[in-house]
């Protein structure tokens, strides 16, 4: 499978509107939003932000040709140089074959484009698939209070 990354654009945002509430519907628990709620919006947040192509706030999306099969969402963080990564998902056709990898890499390349230097998230530390594939990528666990872990990469 061959997968390319980029930072969605207007035209992309219906696609990531029917992705962001797949993995709602699928994995809920992972997530700080349900996928009833959300449905019921007329915009999502970040479909918002791309239909404006709002360059604070960054969602990247992995493509297997025209197909959208992965999310990361990339915001600034409240008095600190920073972004945060959130909504991150994989669909399950394309888990195991590094496309969390790779938006991860396009994270980094945006950060790198920025006056932030540091990458942070919070996952539940239940999400063992998650935190592993993280720190193989190179964050570090910063905050560990039992449901959450924040982790933390600097290029």
Do not use: W
């Amino acid at each position: 499978m061959e997968v390319h990354c980029k930072i969605l654009k207007r035209q992309d945002s219906l696609k990531y509107r029917e992705l962001r509430l797949e993995s709602l519907k699928m994995h809920a628990e992972l997530f700080g939003s349900d996928h009833e709620t959300q449905s019921k919006l007329p915009k999502l947040f970040f479909e918002r932000m791309i239909e404006d192509e709002n360059e604070n706030y960054v969602m990247i999306g992995a493509f297997s040709g025209q197909d959208l099969i992965g999310l990361c969402g990339l915001i600034p963080r409240d008095k600190k140089n920073s972004l945060e990564i959130v909504q991150m998902y994989v669909t399950s056709n394309a888990r195991g074959k590094s496309t969390g990898q790779r938006l991860l890499s396009k994270a980094g390349s945006v950060l790198l484009n920025c006056s932030a230097n540091t990458l942070e998230l919070t996952v539940y530390s239940s999400n063992y698939v998650a935190i592993k594939s993280y720190e193989s990528f190179g964050f570090n666990r910063v905050v560990d209070n039992g449901n959450e872990i924040i982790m933390t990469f600097q290029p």
